[in-house]
Nanobody, 117 residues
Framework: QVQLVESGGGLVQAGGSLRLSCAAS????????MGWYRQAPGKQREMVAA???????NYAGSVKGRFTISRDNARNTPYLQMNSLKPEDTAVYYC???????????WGKGTLVTVAS
């Protein structure tokens, strides 16, 4: 089992920046893919950015050029640098990892990002 705890969320003015972190604990040795997702009020959860073990990265079109995902391979945790934030980026952001041994995804409880206009 993997436990994930996100941090770094908060209130920021439009145009500002935040950096999200995700601390992983438990059986982290089998973690492969990692990603960040978000869910805005009244909307479905959506992928924001994902990164594989080999470094392949995917971004949602709405964040491309503004957000950067990275990973700490020693800690098997992802980070999300968010620049040029917009009010529409307001959401709860979740960290997720895929455990290859368990064959399943694990999720954190989320961190709230609020972007004021």
């Amino acid at each position: 089992q993997v436990q994930l705890v996100e941090s770094g969320g908060g209130l920021v003015q439009a145009g500002g920046s935040l950096r999200l972190s995700c601390a992983a604990s438990g059986s982290i040795g089998s973690i492969t893919a990692m990603g960040w997702y978000r869910q805005a009020p009244g909307k479905q959860r959506e992928m924001v950015a994902a990164i594989t073990t080999t470094g392949t990265i995917n971004y949602a079109g709405s964040v491309k050029g503004r957000f950067t995902i990275s990973r700490d391979n020693a800690r098997n945790t992802p980070y999300l640098q968010m620049n040029s934030l917009k009010p529409e980026d307001t959401a709860v952001y979740y960290c997720s990892v895929y455990d290859d041994y368990e064959g399943m995804d694990f999720w954190g409880k989320g961190t709230l990002v609020t972007v004021a206009s």
